[in-house]
């Protein structure tokens, strides 16, 4: 049976784990033959002693092991030859011309990362990519990522409205109190646009519910006129069209993005504040141009949870961090400024979910033991080769795009 390690997260404040220690006395019980060893670390959300209790080890050497799982990408030279690794690689997305190589750790060079993959024949399994026959993802932050960033946006709605701001997430650190904290608040003059209708959307919405925020039907939103705040989710089918004006299927815009054109541009006339919570691929519609901000008239802030740098929403020109989440966009010459009559503010944190890093990562937890364990361990199904972008160091077909990437 495999040892499976668990890597100290490279980043200061990424307080995530990807298997938390009661998941970890979980399979130790259905499988006493399994080893986990564990990276002592300060910042992990989960004590190094709570992992002694319930049955891993701690080790600053994993050298013994066969799987090394972690949440954000591996600092390249820590990597280990030889070796399978599990991670959000953030490589994925990443194409010739260099699109999407913002994405992920700022700072964090993918070219550099993915050469010492190679050299060191490590064989890299990204969790983004751990997906059904239709693409569905088996695991994820997302529904976290959508929680907080909804907290987070709705937060720098009342800083640019000069309305009382309420605690930040991660000092509160507990879901609960942020339920709490958005029901005693009033949101006035809100007109909110969410995006999505995947993971992120479906935290976003759930916690759109402990507001005093009314849901209202796209419709609606664009033909009638309210005097109360009022928030409509927009799915993919309603936020972009085929070119040839066919009837929307999700399955053809996955499969055939670049077939469809955004058409967002309607909801935003009215828009306050959009909190984009869809996924996006290189190859989808960008959601507006720049050029349209000043069509705009009623939009004061952007929560970008996707947060893809200069991608479907682009004047998110950078990410942001959870100390410092927020910052405004002049709408004349797209830099940053201060706060005046002239801009407008953008929420653009990358790792929202570790703002509730004991939360978000029972949930991960979980289904990397139901849905990825027992076909790494066991027979695969597919799910675990779809996303496996090298196997000792060599590219696999279906990720062979990222060699010009990586060559350039």
């Not at 490589?91 to 010739?96: E, I, L, N, P, R």
């Not at 541009?265 to 996006?280: A, E, F, G, P």
């Not at 597919?382 to 972008?389: L, P, Q, S, V």
């Amino acid at each position: 049976m495999p040892n499976i390690g668990i890597v100290k997260e490279y980043r200061s404040d990424e307080k995530r784990t990807p298997l938390v220690p009661q998941d970890i006395e979980l399979m130790l019980k259905q499988n006493s033959n399994l080893n986990f060893l564990v990276q002592p670390s300060k910042n992990r959300c989960f004590s190094d002693e709570e992992y002694l209790n319930k049955g891993a080890k701690l080790s600053e050497n994993l050298d013994q092991c066969d799987y090394i799982f972690g949440v954000k990408e591996i600092e390249p030279t820590l990597i280990i030859p030889n070796k399978s690794y599990i991670f959000f690689s953030h490589t994925a997305k990443v194409q010739s011309d260099n699109s999407a190589a913002a994405q992920g750790t700022p700072g964090m060079d993918k070219k550099e990362l993915l050469k010492e993959i190679e050299k060191k024949n490590i064989t890299l399994i990204d969790y983004e990519n751990i997906r059904d026959n239709t693409n569905k993802r088996y695991l994820g932050f997302g529904r976290f990522a959508g929680i907080v960033g909804c907290y987070n946006s709705l937060n720098l709605y009342l800083e640019t409205f000069n309305l009382p701001t309420m605690p930040r997430a991660f000092h509160e650190n507990s879901y609960e109190t942020l339920k709490q904290n958005v029901a005693a608040r009033e949101f006035p003059k809100a007109k909110i646009v969410i995006t999505g209708d995947g993971r992120v959307a479906r935290g976003s919405l759930e916690f759109m519910k402990y507001t005093k925020i009314k849901e209202i039907s796209p419709q609606d939103y664009i033909n009638k006129d309210f005097n109360e705040p009022v928030f409509c989710n927009l799915p993919t089918s309603c936020y972009t069209e085929n070119v040839d004006g066919k009837k929307f299927e999700l399955q053809h815009f996955i499969n055939f993005p670049k077939k469809y054109i955004s058409i967002l541009d309607k909801y935003m006339k009215k828009t306050v504040m959009l909190i984009s919570s869809h996924y996006w691929d290189p190859n989808s519609p960008k959601l507006f141009d720049k050029k349209n901000i000043y069509d705009y008239k009623n939009l004061k802030v952007i929560g970008d949870i996707t947060c893809d740098i200069n991608g479907s929403i682009p004047t998110t020109i950078r990410s942001t961090s959870i100390e410092n989440p927020y910052f405004y966009l002049n709408k004349s010459t797209f830099l940053e400024d201060k706060k005046n009559n002239n801009t407008f503010a953008i929420m653009a944190v990358d790792n929202l979910p570790s703002e509730l890093p004991r939360d978000s990562s029972m949930e991960f937890s979980s289904g990397i033991v139901n849905e990825v364990m027992p076909y790494l361990i066991g027979e695969d199904d597919g799910r675990i080769e779809r996303a496996t972008i090298t196997a000792k160091g060599q590219l696999l077909p279906r990720y062979s795009y990222l060699k010009s990437y990586i060559n350039n």
